[in-house]
């Protein structure tokens, strides 16, 4: 009950900010919990496949998503996200922590770039049209790169995704914001298959950690509307720097 209580709370902060949280829950679970990285990373990633459910369905039903594009990006992102977890079964416990932690902090730039930059490159620029060899070209340099890091560090990469729908794809913002839910399904699916051939992933924890989360995020959207547009974007930002530095403390 601990664990399902914490993460409740934990979903109310991450629903009422908007974040993904993924790497939260890893240092959540490992630092207070004391449950072994690996574990927590596989738990993570398998937890995404739930958490992302309804927010892909809500942008499929609003039209925010390139359906070709998030299931070419989508499908690279998944053979690289296995392959990721097999690489994190290779990493030592303590370099896993730090590694994971960098990637939080690097998170929390792109995240910089996504908010407070490339938003404002993307309303000017026109939609271009590219050929399918291209397309598949471009996905599958997008989905490789973020299904490695989602499957190595058990990050979702939402960020990652968003910046290379963005810029690589040619997506548009809302499209980007609602494709990337598309893409990190069969990602935290396929690593989260990983983590579990290796015996890195716990169902009674991984249930523990959904039904928190779930029922906390939902709870904690009620009450975005509440608080202003620069507070939401800079709590974006500080959640995966707060989350890499509980993990350096471990």
């Known amino acids: 009950m601990a664990i399902v209580l914490t ?5 109310v902060l991450l629903g009422f900010v908007g974040a993904g949280g993924s790497g939260f829950i890893i240092a959540i679970l490992t630092v207070i919990f004391g449950v072994p990285i690996h574990v927590a990373l596989g738990t993570s990633l398998a937890a995404m496949v739930f958490t992302t459910l309804s927010g892909a369905y809500s942008h499929f039903r609003q039209g925010n998503i390139s359906i070709k594009t998030g299931l070419i990006v989508g499908g690279f992102g998944s053979v690289a996200s296995y392959f990721g977890s097999k690489l994190a079964g ?12 960098g990637m939080l902090f690097l998170s929390a730039v792109i995240l910089v770039v996504r908010l407070f930059i490339v938003q404002k490159i993307k ?8 050929s399918n060899l291209i397309l598949i070209k471009r996905a599958a340099v997008v989905g490789v790169v973020t299904g490695l890091l989602s499957g190595t560090f058990g990050i979702g990469a939402a960020p990652f995704i968003q910046i290379g ?13 609602g494709t990337t839910m598309l893409v990190i399904l069969p990602i935290a699916l396929a690593g989260g298959v990983g983590y579990y051939f290796q015996g890195y992933l716990n169902f009674t924890l991984l249930i523990e950690v959904v039904a928190g989360t779930m029922i906390g995020t939902y709870v904690g959207a009620k009450f975005t509307d509440l608080a202003p547009q620069p507070v939401l974007k800079s709590a974006m930002v500080l959640t ?7 993990l350096l403390i471990s």
Do not use: R, Y
Not at 90 to 101: F, G, Q, R, V, Y
Not at 165 to 177: C, F
């Open 123 to 130: 309303a000017d620029n026109k939609k271009e049209t590219t």
């Open 165 to 177: 729908l963005l810029l690589i794809m040619g997506l548009t913002l809302k499209q980007s914001v």
């Open 90 to 101: 290779l990493i030592p416990i303590h370099s896993l922590h730090w590694l994971t932690a």
């Open 240 to 246: 995966p720097i707060l989350a890499g530095a509980i």
């Open 7 to 11: 993460m409740f709370v934990l979903g």
